[in-house]
């Protein structure tokens, strides 16, 4: 089989992509991605003389570059990684998010429907909002986005349902729970926290820090999409998460304690506008394909932990170059604010 997988340089994508390569060598893997911040070659560096694996650069909003790649591949399946994914950089510049996450997602399923390609599209469990009280999602429900961010994914998802039923295209969809794991750039909350605390840099805890999310490993992520595309319903939606949940705060400690720092690295910062309380996914549909998450999520955020203790040489040159910038214009205020 041979695969496009878009963003598969970034962090969720590459790590499928290690996956996949390990589990199906037989098979041919085309990583295309536009190597924005987020997407490095280096996520990967170790694979690209794998024969099995090759990469172009290029935007999924270039219909024509799309559409080439595929007949250049004779591509059987798309799996759509390709996103801005971080909510703050969201706010902060909200129409790059409708570029790519909206118009190249209906991009691909042009493509898709003009060639006759299975695409599957990687999404969010924040499409759902804010999860009230004791409910946890299920696929049915309502979209309820809150953010520029997830309302352009809820959108997305809604493209490539409505491209199933006007089309019949054949199409799956996974939200994934808050992954973390190896590869995820800094801006993201384990990782910016992981690395703060190895430099001794305070941990900018957006407000009381009592959200709620299901953190969950990007292996378990992999073998989820692995299942829905090897066993799962066309035309579905999957949750991938482990059902289960915990406080930011609680999240903060599992990295303190794992790095042995002391809990005086916290500060609690001024929220983010629309911050939403609580994710919580029910994951039945998925398990009921004989899918099991290896990690729960104590688990999960202590491997990436480690994974950052171990690798400062991957995160270092990012920490002292662009992300300078983002990481002052999005807490130097904030962290000068308690200082003062």
Known sequence: MNLLVTGGCGFIGSNFVRYWLEHHPEDQVLVYDKLTYAGRRENLADLWEDPQLSLVVGDIGDQALVRQTCLTQATDLIVNFAAETHVDQSILGPLVFTDTNIRGTHVLLEVARELGIRLHHISTDEVYGHIRDDHQSVETDEL??????????????????????????PVTITRGANNVGPYQYPEKAVPLFSTN???GEPLPVYGDGQQMRDYAHVYDHCTGIEAVLLRGEIGQVYNVGTGREMTNLEMVDIVLQTLGKEQSLIRHVLDRPGHDRRYSMNVDKLRALGWEP???????????????????DWWAPIRSGEFRDYYEKQYAERLAGLQG
């Not at 986005?145 to 019949?168: E, F, H, M, N, W």
């Open 197 to 199: 605390a190895i430099l």
């Open 294 to 312: 290896r990690y729960e999520p104590r688990q999960a955020v202590a491997e990436a932990v480690r994974w950052y203790q171990d690798n400062q």
């Open 144 to 169: 309820a986005p809150r953010s520029p961010y997830a309302a352009s994914k809820a959108a997305a998802d809604q493209l490539v349902q409505a491209y199933a039923i006007t089309y019949g295209i």
